[in-house]
């Protein structure tokens, strides 16, 4: 069953900032000018990101969707079908971190479930898609972000934080919460997607002489 | 062309086509939601599955082009358990309400799971909802029936030209929505109802109010404006429920204006029914013998010239020849067509049509639209030019208009200028769009009632002429120079040159007391507040409107549904309607009424029956014996010049003719729908 959707409040109005306007005339740039409808998707990023650094919620309102429009000349509703279509655009409100849990099958199998519980435990909120009360945090049940070598990943806005656990995340969470951003990336030892604890093969070759 | 074997049937079909277009050429009928002939190629409800010979899997034969020697099996049973598989996916979502779905009986789902839907359902989880949109007065929304095809998104981007309609949202969440609750600002948007294969857009007018099966369908002609829109009358127990849209590639493909669909509660309002006639300034019924009796009576004595006639914009050619050769009868050369004082060049055929024939703006490469808003004049005409620009491509079909548009045209148009002097800079070379036209193969010019209703209109006439001659317009075997008419009766009546007569009165100098006794058949956009107190109003007609309000006498006549007439349209086709309902309590068809007078008047028409008149039209006017057939070529029987003092152009800029779209006639004005959409986009209509 679909919740039920209510309306999210809109702001009255939206302009790109200078900072965006120059990331605008990069993208922009990349099209040939009759087809610069094709910017549909770097413009709605940049618009998120900009939401995210003016109000702390990265989100696309509507006029920023129709300044798009406005901007690409293309009907407002093409813009519309992009942004609902897309779950990296978020067409409503969102806390100001984003916690992104995958619970697609391989971080299933490595323990999402944990991770989730120790989102909603920290965060206080009941059901993905919420925000919590404080306004800090949205929690959303996404698909495979593609890192299962390091499953379970929790994605926090743009970084991924991998190899969760329970309380990983939970100390993860206490830090945002502090307003610090602790270093994206295993949150075990190990580099990247190595081994834990450092290499186990081919350690041979670390010797000089190879086989000759 | 490509030859292909469908089911063992070699057919050629044009390099291009789809493989379903081929199985169609070959007589097989496939199933399809999402494919629809004059939209885009979707290929996204997977039903119209076919095999291909050496295709490892089934194809949607929608968006599969052909190749020669391409073998195609539309029956195997790999097809029609593909096929199966497809319904039993869309009835996944898909309530079964279809006893209280207004889409039963014309419903494409309904009749196809008939062929491929199986008896019972294996889905045990919980149907999606999908919360219904407010999309305005006219097209009422069931979302949860739709089955996502794109056919109202596909319809409303590319043929409506007013992108509003999108699918937003992904997977289960997906819906039709315009996503910021808004009506739809299109005049087409009753088509999205006829595009929808199923019951999640239907007319919200006639919801709920009859079967399709129970109704009476009988072949009519669209009045609300000239472009005799082909329609079909759908009419129940004498009453006329709703109308549809009849295929004719050369008028209206297969859409209808909104205003000519759902118009159709006006019939039934502020008609008049039974005779009136005014003693001492009250109206009061009497039987129609009285009517005519008090009128003849007043008629006596009366010189022919103290008498008019002005036709309105919905009357039928046989009303029309009859009421001319009544008015002939009684001595009378005061007749008039065109009661909002428009100017044509009447001494050709050609001076008054849209020569190019509405297919003609398919081959067209420039377009000039002088005094014209497609948009609202004719929206079906206007889809045509859209079709036109969108197939052109970027730069393809340029089009300039004089005369700035109320409303957005739905194709790029270049305003030239606001008023005629813009043609004269044309003419003399100095607007760039004179070379447009001049480098165009097959250039067009549309010529409208805002520049024709005006006092410079022969002036303005003339510089089109002039224009069209010298950049290409009119050549030998193209001819786009086009008069784009705002009233269906116009071309009918000028055919049988229903006009004034050598030093006979204009509709203007009869409204302002030039006659004593004015006969006005369907004439309700004069300036009744003009006419003198001492004229003696006649007014014949089917609705109570402001005309009718001012008469002496009533004479009620039948809508268009209510009458067999013959309709000419702009391009000057001749089309017939048939009579669906009967015309209400005493009101008889038009013809009859004006026969019948003659006869108390001892000038007794020469005709009795519906066939004889006819005779007697195409004896005024050939044409009138071709119906159906495009007879723009045909030249035409020379009708009386008007004479045109040399007049000079206005400064003034042109103004559209059409203020409310929804609001132009007495039909349309009794109409709570068009109320309704008057009030929803009035405002907007009006910027």
Redesign the interface.
Known sequence: ??PV?TPPQQPESFAFDADSEAEIKVVLGKYPA?RKASAVMPLLYIAQRQMGRQTGSAWVP?PAMDEIARRLEM????V??VA??Y?MYNTRPVGRYHLQVCTTTPCWLRGSDDVVSACKKATGISQFGQTSEDGLFTLTEVECLGACANAPILQVDDDFYEDMDGPSTEKLIAALRAGVRPPPGPMVDREVSAPQGGRKTLLATDSAAGPQ | MVRVIVDGIPVDVPPGSSALQACEAAGKEIPRFCYHERLSVAGNCRMCLVEVARAPKPVASCGFPVADGMEIFTDTQVVRRARRAVMEFLLINHPLDCPICDQGGECDLQDQAYGYGSGVSRYRE?K????DKDLGPLVKTVMTRCIQCTRCVRFS?EVAGT????????G??AEIT???EKALTSELSGNLIDVCPVGALTAKPSAFHARSWEYKKTDSIDVMDALGTNIQVQARGGEVMRIVPRVNDEVNEEWLSDKGRFSVDGLKKQRLDRPWVRVNGKLIAVPWKDALVALARRLDGVSGDRIGAIAGDLCDAESLCALKDLMTALGSVNLDCRQDGAWYDTTRRAGYLFNSDLTGIDQADALLIVGSTPRHEAPVLNARIRKRFVDAG?GGFPVGIIGAPRCDLTYDATVLGEGPETLTALLKGENPFADVLKNARRPMIILGHAALTRRDAPAVYAACRKLAEATGVVTEDWNGFNILHTAAARVGALDLGFLPGAHGRSASSMVRGGVDVLWLLGADDVPVERIPADTFVVYQGHHGDAAAARADIILPGAAYTEKPGTYVNTAGRVQRAFRAVFAPGEAREDWRIIRAFSEVVAHTLPYDTLEQLRERLAAVNPVFGMTGANVAQIPGSALAAEASEAVTFDETPFRPVIRDYYQTNVISRASQTMAECSAVYGAAAAE
């Open positions: 069953m679909n959707w009759e509507l009907a407002p509703i093409r519309y079908e609902s279509f779950t | 919980d999606r909802a999908v919360t981007t992108p509003e309609l999108g699918l937003v949202s992904r289960e969440n315009t996503y910021v970027r």
